[in-house]
T-cell receptor, first 111, second 114 residues
Framework: LAKTTQPISMDSYEGQEVNITCSHNNIATNDYITWYQQFPSQGPRFIIQ???TKVTNEVASLFIPADRKSSTLSLPRVSLSDTAVYYCLVGDMEYGNKLVFGAGTILRVKS | DAGVIQSPRHEVTEMGQEVTLRCKPI?????LFWYRQTMMRGLELLIYFNNNVPIDDSGMPEDRFSAKMPNASFSTLKIQPSEPRDSAVYFC????????????FGEGSRLTVL
């Protein structure tokens, strides 16, 4: 079972780029890396997913080195509304029992 | 699509009472998950179904918890009897499956057991 390690919390200011790194040393060959965002009183929401190298969508980028033992979620120019908990998930949907959330990273964006 | 629908949104009950939480997944999604979230333990995977069949219930805390999925559009999580330590937010999520399946979460059911 792939275990993930993330920083407990991070602080940033509006307009800055934020990078949150997740360690997953025992990632399996078939595992994908997925990031979710959760606001208070809401369920987690999908942000981005990748397998290797770099993935970019309209809200974030995901950087995955060649050994895949870590990944970095990059949020460009954060705003106050990006204050949330961010979870890194490593697993393969075909084996749903691997979809275990870690403790997450509390991101606080200040003005 | 309306998304994953959970009910009730809030429930307050007394210790010993039976609690039933309900979930309607997104149509066409083959996977359904039940998670529990508390401050102390974070998001815990309780059980998940594939095509209405329970695949892994190793996260279910004890025999007081049971989950069913009688058809593709409905699932229940039942706690009987309830205890104060069951107080938490219970999330249901569904997914179309496949190796890259995204989880779509409902808004959760906040349970308070007095």
């Amino acid at each position: 079972l792939a275990k993930t390690t993330q920083p407990i919390s991070m602080d940033s200011y509006e307009g800055q780029e934020v990078n949150i790194t997740c360690s997953h040393n025992n990632i399996a060959t078939n595992d994908y890396i997925t990031w979710y965002q959760q606001f208070p009183s809401q369920g987690p929401r999908f942000i981005i997913q990748g397998y290797k190298t770099k993935v970019t969508n309209e809200v974030a980028s995901l950087f995955i080195p060649a050994d895949r033992k870590s990944s970095t979620l990059s949020l460009p120019r954060v705003s106050l509304s990006d204050t949330a908990v961010y979870y890194c998930l490593v697993g393969d949907m075909e084996y749903g029992n691997k979809l275990v959330f870690g403790a997450g990273t509390i991101l606080r964006v200040k003005s | 699509d309306a998304g994953v629908i959970q009910s009730p949104r809030h429930e307050v009950t007394e210790m010993g009472q039976e609690v039933t939480l309900r979930c309607k997944p997104i149509s066409g999604h083959d996977y359904l998950f039940w998670y529990r979230q508390t401050m102390m333990r974070g998001l815990e995977l309780l059980i998940y179904f594939n095509n209405n069949v329970p695949i892994d219930d190793s996260g279910m805390p004890e025999d007081r918890f049971s989950a069913k999925m009688p058809n593709a559009s409905f699932s229940t999580l039942k706690i009987q009897p309830s205890e104060p330590r069951d107080s938490a937010v219970y999330f249901c999520a569904s997914s179309p499956g496949g190796a890259t399946g995204e989880l779509f979460f409902g808004e959760g059911s906040r349970l308070t057991v007095l």
